[in-house]
């Protein structure tokens, strides 16, 4: 079956691990900061405005979402990371369920590594990446809010991370497992081609 992002479902709403689904199939992760646009990006992809709920308050959800695509893969939304107004308890409640989700053996596809891309790394943001590549888990970065830049920031913007990926794997002297080209999009805007591109990846990888 091809994958149109057509037919979304959310399948489970998971606190811990006896709620993640257990049909076999591929997922797709998505993974970044609490404000950095994950559930804009979400109703984007699918193509539903009211899919994923947003915010003015990051960092409420402590829960993996599930969504059955095309009754073809699971696109899995995790707890945003680095809210500064999470309390200590919320931050462990994020650490928990994310470390389940990613302690257990599951068919990852690859993990959407999601930045803002006026803001680019951050030291979480960071973390993330070692955590992937030390388990040699593939990532693709896409970069969130471009329609806040204009083209020529926009650019700059890529290149300074595609820069900071290149001398990161050259001073680890280790294979990294991201995807080489970042993903730009603008989620918030109609037929945005960052989108598009992203979910041609998508489909591509699953």
């Not at 149109?4 to 959310?10: A, C, G, S, T």
């Not at 309390?87 to 803002?116: G, M, P």
Request: glycine share 4%; proline share 3%; hydrophobic share 40%.
């Amino acid at each position: 079956m091809s994958v149109q992002f057509n037919k979304v479902e959310l399948t489970a709403v998971a606190a811990q691990t006896e709620q993640f689904p257990q049909r076999s199939l591929p997922e797709v992760i998505m993974v970044g900061r609490s404000n950095v646009g994950k559930s804009t990006l979400l109703n984007a992809l699918c193509r539903n405005k009211n899919l994923a709920r947003t915010s003015q308050t990051p960092g409420k959800t402590q829960l993996v979402f599930f969504f059955t695509v095309d009754d073809s893969f699971y696109l899995v939304d995790l707890p945003g990371y680095g809210f500064a107004q999470a309390s200590r308890k919320q931050e462990e409640n994020f650490s928990r369920v994310t470390d389940q989700y990613f302690s257990q053996e599951r068919q990852r596809a690859a993990v959407l590594l999601l930045l803002d891309i006026r803001r680019g790394f951050g030291d979480l943001d960071l973390q993330m990446v070692d955590f992937l590549d030390y388990y040699h888990i593939p990532w693709q970065i896409v970069l969130t809010k471009a329609d806040k830049l204009s083209r020529s920031r926009q650019n700059d913007a890529r290149f300074k991370i595609i820069a900071e990926l290149k001398k990161r794997r050259e001073a680890l002297g280790q294979e990294s497992f991201h995807f080489d080209r970042p993903i730009m999009v603008s989620a918030n805007q109609a037929n945005d081609p960052g989108t598009d591109e992203l979910r041609r990846f998508i489909a591509s990888i699953v």
